[in-house]
Structures are given as structure tokens and as C-alpha cells.
């Protein structure tokens, strides 16, 4: 199983600050790994697909980028909105897994 | 709009049964693969099974292996968990997701339900 180690667990910045969220894995997934959003109460919302596609309807201050084992989501300007936790998860093998998440905090 | 509503969770024994549906509107569902995910309380996010759009092939995390079933009935726009022998560590919320591809066989989760939740306690 692949497992996917993001950092840090918690981020604490203000609105405007520019958010670095980094996921590692244990085995290359080349660039098959997704970034997901989720707030509280409700379902991940899909970000970035193919470690750097954004996703439809997703705001371009979003970036995605790496790839094998070391991959980066980058916010670069926070909105009071994107305050919420952060998952990777890959799509290279069987089974689909998810990192343990980063929640970005005021 | 692409909406999934799931149901059917509840409160079971340990060593119980449910059967978890979802009901999905908004596009060609016969046309997608589809899955379930699961979160327990206060945690991170386990994918648990996946279905191809004509129940072709199936797959299971291993927690779940030989325990849960996943099917869909592309007529009624529906995709279902059957949960047998449920364990405490079963507990949680638990998500139907469309599985979409995203080109060249790039699949990922592109829109999920609200979930249900469900709690396995004596």
C-alpha cells in the first residue's frame, strides 16, 4: 500500500499569506495524485488532478505541482473561504489512498 | 447538476448488517465508475470500494474484503454498499463518489454525496 505523508498537520496563516501544503509518498505514483478540499460539515471538493490540473470551476490561485514522491499544493493568497483541510490521495495503485491531511487555520 | 444522495445509515450491533444506497441524478450514470469512501469521526479520508459502469469489475480496500459488497443498478441510478459483520472500527461517515475520468484514463473522485453516517456500538 502506498501511504501518503502530508505536512505540516496544521498551517496557521491570515487571509492574503501564501499557503505551501507538501504530501509525500512512500513509492513513486508518478503524477497521479489529487488534491481535495474539505470544510467542515461537508464533502472534499476536487482541486487538482494529475498532480497539477486544476479541477473545473476551480480558482487559478490553486497550484499543483511534483511528481514521483514529492508533490506540493500551493494557495497563493489565502481568501477567508480556503480556510479548511487539505488531502492528497493517489491513484497509481490499488489501494486508492489518501494522506492524513493538512488543515489550514486562522 | 451532478448530485449523489446517499442513505440508509444508522446505528447497528457489532456483527450486524446494513445496506447503504445512493441515488444519483444530474448525469449519464450508467456512463461512470462510481465508489464509496469512508471517514470516521474526526479523521482522514479511507477509500473502501469501487464499481466499472457496467459492474464489470470491483474492487475492495482490504479492512473490508470479504465483508462488503458494492453494486449498482444502472436503471434505477443507483449504487449500494452492503455492510455485513460490521466492527466498531466500521464507524463512520460514509461517502458515495463519482469516479470520473479526467483523460486518458486519469480517474479521480469529482463529485461526492453528503453521506450517511454509520455508527457500529453494542
Known amino acids: 500500500e502506498i501511504v501518503l505523508t502530508q505536512s505540516p498537520a496544521t498551517l496557521s496563516l491570515s487571509p492574503g499569506e501564501r499557503a505551501t501544503l507538501s504530501c509525500r509518498a512512500s513509492q513513486s505514483v508518478s503524477s497521479y495524485l489529487a488534491w481535495y478540499q474539505q470544510k467542515p460539515g461537508q464533502a472534499p471538493r476536487l482541486l487538482i488532478f494529475?498532480?497539477?490540473n486544476r479541477a473545473l470551476g476551480i480558482p487559478a490561485r490553486f497550484s499543483g505541482s511534483g511528481s514521483g514522491t514529492d508533490f506540493t499544493l500551493t494557495i497563493s493568497s489565502l481568501e477567508p473561504e480556503d480556510f479548511a483541510v487539505y488531502y492528497c490521495?493517489?491513484?497509481?495503485?490499488?489501494?486508492?489512498?489518501f494522506g492524513g491531511g493538512t488543515k489550514v487555520e486562522i | 447538476q451532478v448530485q449523489l444522495v446517499e442513505s440508509g445509515g444508522g446505528l447497528v450491533k457489532p456483527g450486524g448488517s446494513l445496506r447503504l444506497s445512493c441515488a444519483a441524478s444530474?448525469?449519464?450514470?450508467?456512463?461512470?465508475?462510481m465508489s464509496w469512501i469512508r471517514q470516521a469521526p474526526g479523521k482522514g479520508l479511507e477509500w473502501v470500494s469501487y464499481?466499472?459502469?457496467?459492474?464489470?469489475?470491483?474492487n475492495y480496500a482490504d479492512s473490508v474484503k470479504g465483508r462488503f459488497a458494492i453494486s449498482r443498478d444502472n436503471a434505477k441510478n443507483s449504487l449500494y454498499l452492503q455492510m455485513n459483520s460490521l466492527r466498531a472500527e466500521d464507524t463512520a461517515v460514509y461517502y458515495c463518489?463519482?469516479?470520473?475520468?479526467?483523460?486518458?484514463?486519469?480517474?479521480?473522485?469529482?463529485?461526492w454525496g453528503q453521506g450517511t453516517l454509520v455508527t457500529v456500538s453494542s
Open positions: 490521495h493517489q491513484r497509481s495503485n490499488w489501494p486508492l489512498t
Open positions: 494529475d498532480a497539477s
Open positions: 444530474g448525469f449519464t450514470f450508467r456512463d461512470y465508475y
Open positions: 464499481i466499472t459502469s457496467s459492474s464489470s469489475s470491483t
Open positions: 463518489a463519482r469516479y470520473s475520468d479526467h483523460g486518458s484514463g486519469s480517474y479521480y473522485f469529482d463529485h
